[in-house]
C-alpha cells in the first residue's frame, strides 16, 4: 500500500484557483497512474482526472474539462491538480488514489483503487 498525502485545499471565492499536491514522503510512485476524486456530502466518491505514468496521459470527468489541470513532477514525486474557474459546486473533500493495477486508459470505481490519502478540503463559496 502506498502512502498519500493531499495538500493545497482551502476556501475560495467563485471563479478563483487553488493547486492540489499529492505526494509520498516513503514511496516513489513514478510508475504508478494516479488519480484524483472527490467526494461531496452525501454523495459518491468520483474521479475528477487522471494522469497514466508512462506517457504522461490525462483524462478529466465533463464537469471539470476546461477548468482543471493535472500534471506530475517525477523529480519532487508530485502530482498537480491546477483547478481555475472553480464553482460552488466543486465543493468537495479531494482525494489522491492509486492502485498497481490503475490505469487511464480504464474507468475504474473508487473501490478498485487501495491507495488513498486523507483528503483535502475545497471550499467554493462567496
Known amino acids: 500500500q502506498v502512502h498519500l498525502v493531499e495538500s493545497g485545499g482551502g476556501l475560495v471565492q467563485p471563479g478563483g484557483s487553488l493547486r492540489l499536491s499529492c505526494g509520498s514522503s516513503?514511496?516513489?510512485?513514478?510508475?504508478?497512474?494516479i488519480g484524483w476524486f472527490r467526494q461531496a456530502p452525501g454523495k459518491e466518491r468520483e474521479e475528477v482526472s487522471c494522469?497514466?505514468?508512462?506517457?504522461?496521459?490525462?483524462r478529466y470527468a465533463d464537469s471539470v474539462k476546461g477548468r482543471f489541470t493535472i500534471s506530475r513532477d517525477h523529480v519532487k514525486n508530485t502530482v498537480y491538480l491546477q483547478m481555475d474557474s472553480l464553482k460552488p459546486e466543486d465543493t468537495a473533500v479531494y482525494y489522491c488514489g492509486t492502485d498497481p493495477l490503475f490505469d487511464c486508459s480504464h474507468y475504474y470505481p473508487s473501490s478498485f483503487l487501495t491507495s488513498w490519502g486523507p483528503g483535502s478540503q475545497v471550499t467554493v463559496s462567496s
Open positions: 516513503s514511496f516513489n510512485f513514478d510508475t504508478y497512474a
Open positions: 494522469i497514466s505514468s508512462s506517457d504522461g496521459s490525462t
